[in-house]
């Protein structure tokens, strides 16, 4: 593979000059398969998991774990019988475990606790090491945390966002994405996002490659059902900017560098954003999660992970963690009467497109620096080259600093080393790869070199 240094200059070429001759960050049109795939996504199917999953009464995290009928631990082997009936049809493909662990006594755990994820893998056919998860909570909740006898329904909150994961392990089981998929059904999110921060640690024990991971909390409808207007086409997208498990000294460099809008969580952003399906639109928020909140996707952010959570456009907090009663003729509790199946098989579209897109396209650039070694208004940039055995090259990207996407590309060819003539001073950089067929990964922020 060559690292030749390519320097992208004609002539007594200017700033304005390469920027002419750079193309717009182009979207990504979905590939056949992907299409047949979005079109398999059944609301139905979804509707039927929801309503199951509220059948259990509770599945508060400290209920009961050995009826067969009531509580969380019906609901773990409901999810887990049916994702390994989805994995049948996978040809061996895709594994499914119980992911089970002690959780000792915590503010929210007054005696030592099981916890248990249930976790479908689908391994990549191509480059299996690198790995993609969505995850939704089943567990839930009423109005005191800790009340684990009451009816706790959690159609919303968060029996939709497992229903937007088993729907994607059905459909995906039959196919044969390039990279290793993980679709989990986490438990103890109410409690502490206890079950997730096993899941993340587990991985970062393992040296896991997760280049992305997505959290799907409350996302059953796009009606908040108190007079506002009904918004089925939108879903939030939560993406942190500053990485939580940021050093002091990559926050030093930050600081002399800019890049707060940079971070792999944002550039994560910026992808889902580009591969939305035509009939949703992605509202992507700059915030780690909703104000002085958060989901399932923290523990992943914690190990430096890139994360993102999905979210509904506007919650209504009669139906969040709420006891099921009637005050004033208002209903309160998180019915399924609340959700709306359709939309939220919308959500699983945008998921599906995320997913598939991710997998499918070569992986984020590793090792991405802009030199320092000398001061010049021109910018050179170095990193890894990729082995996938169908990559094709990478393409620069750059935007203004005050611009909130990617707004110039410019290929590059099968390189580790480009040389433009764009001072650092003025705009930002990135570097993604992109394969034969034109499937481009997310972008990769430069930091200086050392």
């Keep these: 593979m060559s690292t030749r240094r390519t320097f992208l200059v004609a002539g007594a070429a200017t700033a304005a000059g390469v920027a002419a001759s750079a193309a717009p960050a182009r979207a990504a049109a979905p590939d056949r ?20 999953l509220v059948s259990f009464g509770t599945r508060h995290t400290l209920s009961v774990q050995d009826d067969p009928v009531r509580g969380i631990g019906a609901a773990r082997d409901w999810i887990f019988a049916e994702l390994t009936r989805y994995a049948a049809a996978s040809s061996g493909r895709m594994t499914v475990e119980l992911q089970s662990f002690i959780q000792p006594v915590s503010p929210r755990v007054p005696v030592p606790t099981r916890i248990t994820n249930v976790v479908a893998t689908l391994r990549g056919s191509v480059t299996p090491e ?38 994607l392990a059905r459909v995906l089981a039959t196919r044969e994405p390039e990279s290793t998929l993980v679709f989990a059904a986490v438990a103890g999110e109410e409690q502490g996002l206890y079950g997730s921060d096993h899941m993340a640690q587990q991985y970062k024990d393992a040296g896991a490659d997760i280049q992305a991971m997505f959290s799907n909390d409350i996302v059953g409808t796009g009606n908040a059902h108190d007079g506002t207007r009904n918004d089925p086409r939108t879903v939030r997208l939560f993406v942190e900017g500053v990485p939580t498990s ?38 992507v928020v700059w915030r780690r999660d909703r104000y002085l909140r958060g989901s399932d996707h923290i523990s992943f952010l914690l190990r430096g992970y890139p ?63 802009i030199d320092t070694t000398q001061l010049t208004n021109a910018t050179t940039l170095r990193w890894q080259l990729g082995t996938e055995p169908d990559l094709a090259g990478y393409e620069v990207v750059w935007r203004e600093t005050t611009a909130s996407d990617w707004q110039h590309s410019l290929p590059v060819g099968k390189v580790g080393t480009v040389t ?31």
């Design 33 to 52: 398969e992907l299409r047949r795939i979005l079109k398999e996504i059944d609301p139905a199917r979804i509707e039927a998991i929801v309503r199951k």
């Design 130 to 167: 690198r790995i993609y998860v969505v995850t939704g909570h089943y567990d839930s909740r009423v109005t005191d945390v800790m009340d684990a006898v009451k009816d706790a329904p959690g159609a919303d909150d968060d029996a939709s966002g497992v229903a937007v994961i088993m729907e």
């Design 246 to 283: 940021e050093t002091a000294a990559e926050a030093n460099t930050r600081k002399s560098t800019g890049g707060e809008n940079d971070g792999p969580s944002r550039q994560l952003g910026r992808f889902v954003k580009d591969v939305e399906p035509d009939d949703m639109n992605v509202r």
């Design 307 to 369: 994360a993102a959570r999905f979210t509904e456009p506007r919650e209504n907090f009669n139906h969040e963690h709420q006891d099921v009663r009637v005050e004033n003729g208002v209903q309160f509790g998180d019915l399924p009467e609340f959700c709306d199946f359709g939309y939220i098989a919308r959500v699983a579209r945008v998921n599906a497109s995320a997913l598939w897109s991710l997998a499918q396209a070569p992986g984020t650039p590793k090792g991405v620096v």
């Design 420 to 450: 433009i003539d764009l001072s650092k001073d003025n705009v930002f950089f990135g570097v993604r790869a992109v394969d034969t067929t034109g499937h481009r990964s997310p972008a990769a922020a430069p930091k200086p070199s050392s």
